[in-house]
């Protein structure tokens, strides 16, 4: 067998399983499909949250990473530091996040954390630099990385596993005895070993874009900016948050009928209220991105293959939760190797530590999306008028004082009512009983 | 005709493992469709994949390759001569 473990993909799941492999004296082989694994033109959030801090499903509706990795910041290497004892290094551009702010058509805000905050949340960091970090640590450890080169489809023989590549024209099969599939969301490699049998499709695919953008100014720093404007985008906020290295990106999606994610970009650039921030703006690069939203994995280690970040995930597993599986991958590979049972440690850890496998989580998460499908940009500047200055998660503040509604818009409070977005709160905490 | 990837392509790849005849591959800047191997879906689906599944709209009819769909489904035979075309 030429190779020990082949990894499919190489984002940072993949490099890091392809560096914790070749480091741990593995032959490995990393497989990615674009021709420079490190330009990034897929929308990327780029941010490190802290888990532990940044609460996920109680208190914002997207979901979290649980393990309390930490981030330390030094000259010499910035590093991911997991509890399960080991570190990633970083060398690159660091920006920290101290606050989500919730903006209304006509500017009202609610911050999520107090204003003023300066005990980070997460970190900021530049994907492209990441990755050519990771690739080069895997390299220098001696793993091989081949880029133009697409996995295909994926055959477990039992014995070992047998992935068809193409690069460029040609087409061959790779042979190792183990696999990682680290192919991100909607990973061909999952669907050809059959691995999405009990994995719907949750929605149909969300098309999002992403702009990246220099020269943006008057936007409060530091921070991730959620913009409530139905007008614009009927189904979820636009979104901007920092880029670290001094740029910054607007995401909008997903596409709803002919409202396209990059109009609906433009259309907020445009806006009244925020155009002034775009008046010197260049834009240095255009993302986009069509998602598939399956149910999660159950069981993300099977025969000769282990399942690694957004591939086994509902659309992603976070920067931390990727790096987290890629490493814990090789590890339970290892433990296999040897003769113990690394895969049940890996399968429980995956488990345990994504809120999106939690039983309730998509049926508490679809609520959150209430203010952009039941109001217009009129309630919305109503609503964050009259909860200004109070500290959270606009739509949990909205949802535990709705009655207060009644009295300036009995209308508005009757619509929100009869769709029990005062109940949101609740349920929410259902899914946190007990733990 | 076939599909040609517009300028509008932000290189995102969501196309390339969607289509049937392997016809997408990464360019320079962006995706391209290969226009021997592009059947506009035919003899797979009834629609064509890289313009539904395009989060930019980028994949549009090439005008300067106007194919009937006998000339597609003819391709279609060429390409995958033990294949029978479904939807068609």
């Known amino acids: ?435 | 005709m076939a599909y040609r990837i517009t300028e509008e392509c932000a290189a995102c790849g969501s196309c390339e493992l969607e289509c049937p005849n392997q016809a997408i591959s990464e360019g320079d800047t962006i995706y391209k469709i290969d226009p021997d191997k592009c059947t506009e879906c035919v003899g797979f689906y009834k629609t064509s994949k890289c313009a539904e599944i395009c989060p930019v709209n980028a994949p549009q009819p090439d005008p300067k390759r106007k194919e009937t769909k006998e000339q597609l489904l003819a391709k279609f035979h060429k390409l995958h001569p033990n294949k029978e075309p479904k939807e068609g």
Not at chain 1, 272 to 285: D, L, Q, V
């Open chain 1, 1 to 435: 067998m030429k190779y020990d473990v082949v990894v499919v993909g190489g984002g940072p799941g993949g490099l890091v399983a392809a560096k914790t492999a070749a480091e741990d004296g593995l032959k490995v082989l990393l497989i990615e499909r674009k021709k420079n694994l490190t330009e990034v033109n897929r929308t990327c959030g780029q941010t490190f949250f802290l888990a532990g801090k940044y609460k996920g499903a109680t208190e914002s509706g997207i979901y979290c990473y649980r393990d309390p990795a930490k981030v330390e910041i030094a000259p010499d290497t910035n590093r991911f530091v997991y509890p399960q004892g080991f570190a990633i290094d970083y060398k690159g551009p660091i920006v920290p996040y101290y606050n989500t702010y919730h903006f209304s058509p006509s500017g009202y805000r609610i911050g999520k954390y107090p204003d003023g905050n300066e005990d980070p949340y997460g970190f900021f960091y530049d994907k492209e630099t990441l990755l050519a970090c990771l690739m080069a640590q895997a390299e220098k450890a001696g793993a091989e990385v081949r880029q133009g080169t697409i996995g295909l489809r994926a055959e477990d023989t039992g014995r070992n596993v047998r992935i068809v590549v193409r690069s460029g024209a040609a087409e061959e099969v790779i042979e190792a005895k183990y696999a990682v599939a680290a192919d991100g969301n909607d990973s061909v490699t999952v669907e050809s070993l059959g691995l999405n049998r009990n994995r719907p499709l949750l929605a149909p695919p969300l098309k999002v874009a992403g702009y990246i953008m220099e020269g943006v100014e008057g936007y409060p720093r530091n921070c991730w900016l959620s913009f409530c404007i139905p007008s614009i985008s009927p189904r979820t906020d636009i979104l901007m948050f920092m880029v670290a290295g001094g740029r910054m990106m607007v995401v909008a999606g997903p596409a709803e009928g002919s409202l396209q994610p990059k109009a609906m970009i433009e259309n907020f650039m445009k806006h009244p209220t925020y155009a002034w921030w775009f008046k010197h703006a260049r834009i240095c690069r255009e993302t986009a991105c069509t998602i598939h939203m399956r149910l999660p994995i159950k069981v993300p280690a099977v025969g000769n293959v282990v399942v690694v970040g957004d591939a086994g995930a509902p659309y992603e597993t976070l920067i931390q939760g990727a790096m987290a599986s890629g490493h814990l991958a090789i590890k339970a590979i290892e433990k296999e190797v040897s003769g113990q049972n690394g895969y049940a440690e890996y399968v429980n850890w995956w488990q345990n530590a994504f809120e999106f496998n939690d039983p309730t989580f998509f049926k508490t998460t679809a609520r959150y999306m209430f203010m952009n499908t039941l109001c217009t940009d009129e309630d919305v500047d109503f609503l964050y008028r009259l909860f200004e200055g109070r500290v959270g998660v606009s739509q949990l503040i909205i949802s535990r004082n709705l009655e207060l509604v009644k009295e300036g818009r009995p209308d508005l409070y009757n619509k929100l009512k009869e769709k029990g977005v005062d109940r949101l709160g609740l349920d929410v905490g259902d899914v946190w009983k007990g733990k």
